[in-house]
């Protein structure tokens, strides 16, 4: 009898129980833990390029051509960020469903890096919940034994990105527009501009493996001195060095570091997307104080 009873018991354990992790990859650090938000650990995730790396100029490696040739599902950015990505699915020999995080979102115009549309779309908290969305929608397609757990878990994580938005907005609107204005060191936040109400300067385009020509320096200090902006900020994937000689040159204030393109360590401020919204905002306010001389 006890042997009946186990065998039952085992039959009637859910499906879910006896699958296999689905391995997902996500091409960079803040897909990755977006996918991660949904997923939590019953899959098992790669992401490509990790915490601070640079997704512009990333190099793949033999590993991640494995991993991709490895993997049931690939959730990739789309518009144009990872130009090296289709090569390497290409190479890896991979069949499997690619799926665009961003698809639905209305990209931004961008004319730099032979780029005609800006990729920075997880830089708006409203398009994040559409990138969760796909993320949710890719997962349950893939793997139905767990859809009732992702979308329970979308759902709750789409609930903080809500929350999250609306102390965006209301921290925002402390700062008197006129000075609602910094220096960044590559363009990748024309979505928080447009949906915050700041308004981003960036000497390099939107790749960070653009220069900023002489002629663009002397520019930039003109219109630091002329509109009185003094708030300056350093990106953790980006040369440090232009941000400082326009310190030096501009008589401004350096605020700290914005998390644009890449996530923190897990032990960094930024470990998270939504420890990156508030990290980065937190910064902006400080560093928008010191705009006070604007007229």
């Known amino acids: 009898m006890r042997f009946i009873f186990v065998i039952l018991l085992l039959l009637t354990l859910p499906a879910a129980a006896h699958a296999e992790k689905l391995k997902v990859v996500a091409s960079f650090s803040i897909l990755g833990d977006m996918v991660h938000e949904v997923a939590g650990d019953v899959i098992d995730l790669k992401t490509l390029v990790g915490p601070n790396g640079d997704a512009h100029v990333y190099e793949p490696t033999p590993a991640d051509a494995k991993a991709i040739a490895h993997a049931d599902l690939v959730i990739v950015n789309g518009l144009g960020f990872e130009g090296w990505l289709e090569r390497l699915i290409a190479s890896s020999g991979y069949k499997g469903p690619v799926v665009v995080a961003s698809k639905g979102i209305a990209p931004l115009a961008f004319k730099s890096e032979g780029l005609t549309q800006d990729p920075h779309a ?5 398009n994040g919940k559409i990138y969760i969305a796909n993320i949710r929608d890719a997962l349950v397609k893939t793997d139905g034994t767990r859809a009732g757990m ?17 102390w965006v907005k209301a921290e925002i609107a402390q700062v008197p527009p006129p000075q609602r204005k910094v220096i960044t060191s590559h363009d990748a936040f024309q979505y928080f501009a447009r949906d915050y109400g700041v308004t981003f300067i960036a000497p390099l385009g939107i790749s960070t493996e653009s220069e900023a020509s002489a002629a663009d320096i002397a520019k930039l200090l003109d219109q630091i001195r002329a509109q009185y902006i003094r708030a300056l900020f350093m990106e953790n994937i980006s040369d440090a060095r232009l941000i400082r000689q326009l310190e030096t040159d501009g008589d401004a204030y350096v605020g700290g570091t914005l998390y644009s393109d890449a996530l923190s360590p897990p032990d960094g401020p930024a470990a998270s997307y939504t420890a990156m919204f508030h990290h980065n ?8 104080g010191h705009n006070n001389g604007q007229q």
Do not use: D, F, H, P
Not at 281 to 288: A, D, F, K, N, S
């Open 122 to 126: 997880w830089q708006s908290l409203a």
């Open 281 to 288: 905002v937190t910064q902006l306010l400080e560093g928008m």
């Open 150 to 166: 992702y979308r329970i878990k979308a759902a709750r994580y789409l609930q903080q990105l809500t929350m999250l938005e609306a």
